[in-house]
T-cell receptor, first 112, second 110 residues
């Protein structure tokens, strides 16, 4: 069965650089979620999109922005990267009215 | 802030022993979900509980939702090395975002 695809899987950046993370949801899933997971911590909700519109916003820094495109894939844009942005970034997708969010494999971002 | 508290943070067991993790909330939960995250992996949905006092079983895993819908537990009978990972409870809140507990990291010694 098709799963959520995230790219890249690993990313190394310098401080103050920018990064773009991509997420391709499961086909026919209309909602995408982004989560950030620091080392040894639980995932923290960043932002979500439903039918290409932002549907909810969590603790996402102003330096980050995201959008969902017409083909339902989503991108998380991160600027002025800081050391503390080093984390695992998960994308999850869901089909409306179903209970399950399916998580992608994550992008591991390391900021040096 | 964290709405759901989860204990213990770590649990080490011998293979064949039982394991339980608990989630507690000061407020009534509309639902509780459980996820498993293997080392280096991503959260994988296990189950959702919605009804007061609900008990669901998946093979060696038993999930309970408290009568007051303020607590939940996951019990694994006769752990196996394949059970290793971090178990998270999570609440789906407004906008369908997930708010996770801190997780319980389970290690199983063969």
């Amino acid at each position: 069965a098709a799963g959520v695809i995230q790219s890249p899987r690993h990313l190394i950046k310098e401080k103050r650089e920018t990064a773009t993370l991509k997420c391709y949801p499961i086909p026919r899933h209309d909602t995408v979620y982004w989560y950030q997971q620091g080392p040894g911590q639980d995932p923290q909700f960043l932002i979500s999109f439903y039918e290409k519109m932002q549907s909810d916003k969590g603790s996402i820094p102003d330096r980050f922005s995201a959008q969902q495109f017409s083909d339902y894939h989503s991108e998380l844009n991160m600027s002025s990267l800081e050391l503390g942005d080093s984390a695992l970034y998960f994308c999850a997708s869901r089909r409306t009215a179903q209970e399950t969010q399916y998580f992608g494999p994550g992008t591991r971002l390391l900021v040096l | 802030g964290q709405q759901v508290m989860q204990i213990p943070q770590y649990q080490h067991v011998q293979e064949g022993e039982d394991f339980t993790t608990y989630c507690n909330s000061s407020t009534t939960l509309s639902n509780i979900q459980w996820y498993k995250q293997r080392p280096g992996g991503h959260p994988v949905f296990l189950i959702q509980l919605v009804k007061s006092g609900e008990v669901k079983k998946q093979k060696r895993l038993t999930f309970q939702f408290g009568e007051a819908k303020k607590n939940s537990s996951l019990h694994i009978t006769a752990t196996q090395t394949t059970d290793v990972g971090t178990y998270f409870c999570a609440q789906e809140t407004s906008g369908s975002r997930l708010t996770f507990g801190e997780g319980t990291q389970l290690t199983v010694n063969p």
